[in-house]
């Protein structure tokens, strides 16, 4: 075994028995990885409470050549991101990105979703509430684009023929975003109105231009559309907790 220490979020933690936890971590250099952590549910573990979803810091890990579990020997905590669980649009946001990382980023070097996730949860705690709605569609959809899966808005995603500039847009989750007249008849694509295409576009932009105000009604139906392009294009079916959570907002109906 070889000992690699690594800038590392944990994804998601889970009990192996009465005194260990399975850790599944986004790393820089390694892309997602489990860990065994051994120790980590005892009293006086040398990990704390270091290891909850959503921390960041340095993992130490003993990687086994061709085996997919390795050893945690160390987590040094840098940050917390306590300031997430103060509200629920912001938590839902995270975990939302955090399963999309967790499921669909390779196990290989990656920075640049990794760098990506690590930005997004400071810009969740710091974001105003009003906001944050819109910046968590904005983050997603720039992970999405990260791990080789943005949409398609300025040619047909069937054909390639250009799409009209302005008004009404034809847009497809299942075939990846824009089609052009001919395609939308035959696929059964919904039509962005015009307002809904702009918003759409400010939250494809980078995170240096302004996000979009959108009202409940309107984010709501953003959150839907990024949802089901992902469940398209990412889940190939498989459940997905955390962004159907995201998606409903169901804290919101009670």
Known sequence: MSLVTAPAIVLSTLRYSET???VRLATREMGVQSAIAK???RPKSRFGAALQVLSEGQADLLVKEHRELHVLAGFELTRLHAGLAHDLDRYAAAMALAE???RFAPADPHPESFDLLLD???QLETI???EAQALGCRLLWALVSALGFAPSLVTCARDGVPVA????LPFSAREGGALCPACATDHGAVTLPADARADLLALLSPASMALPALDAKHAAAHR???ARYIQHHLGEGAALPA???WMRRQWRDV
């Open 120 to 122: 997004a949860l400071g």
């Open 243 to 245: 962004l159907e959570f």
């Open 165 to 168: 500039e302005a008004g009404p």
């Open 224 to 226: 839907r559309l990024l």
């Open 100 to 102: 999309v990382m967790l």
């Open 20 to 22: 260990s936890k399975i």
């Open 39 to 41: 120790g980590a549910l």
């Open 128 to 130: 105003p509430a009003g």
